[in-house]
């Protein structure tokens, strides 16, 4: 039988602080825990954003990033040229549907299973490959100097990538560029004050790293499908 993942429905680390500065009421909710969360949002996936006043939801990481770039455009995370904000849309898209599975894929992997393991490892890095070279010669960030929502839709996975050189062998040296990018953003002020506890990271993604099918994501990441 799967295990429930485990949840938090308190944050850890740096991010409590933020949480409290923010605890009074206001027209938009955050939820970043499954937290009976289905009269919200019946799939029970999180993150969410919920306007309280007209009852609407994004309920989709990328969906809640450019609603508040379009609900608060000043200053803007995307680029101002047309040319750009394609190219942005290109790699915020392939964030989503290639590089984030294949990162949940290669948690699933097994160590085991050796062939299964390298072809999620290679996956991975071939993604994460592809994105990082595309990223502005000189930096720090993907069009350069100002954080865009590329970087913002990657900066998790920086947070994250502990967890696959841990338990999957993963070294952010196969991806110098990768490596250089994601220092920056793991060092960035708004990053670390949304950041928990290492610890709690790894307890939330268990059952991936057990490959114990449970969620949405698990499955469709185990199919090879973008995660829902």
Known sequence: MATKPTSYPAATGRAVKTVAEHA?????????????????????????????????????????????????????????????KAIAEQWLTHINTVLIPSFFRLMQAQPSNASQHDKALEDFTAALSLVSAARKEGGPY???????????????????????????????EAVLAWKEWAEVLERRESVLKTTSNREKYVEFNGTFLRDESFSQAAKAARSGLAIP
Request: aromatic residues 10%; charged residues 20%.
């Open 24 to 84: 009074e009421e206001q027209g938009l909710v955050f939820w970043g825990a499954w937290v009976c969360l289905l009269e919200i949002n019946p799939k029970g996936l999180v993150p969410i954003l919920q306007n309280t006043t007209t009852k609407e939801v994004k309920a989709d990481s990328l969906a809640i990033l450019k609603h508040l770039d379009e609900a608060y455009p000043s200053p803007s995370l995307l680029p101002s040229s047309t040319a750009d």
């Open 142 to 172: 993907f069009f350069g100097e100002g954080i865009s929502l590329v970087d913002i839709a990657i900066a998790p996975w920086a947070v994250r990538d502990f967890i696959i050189a841990e338990f999957r062998g993963w070294d952010r």
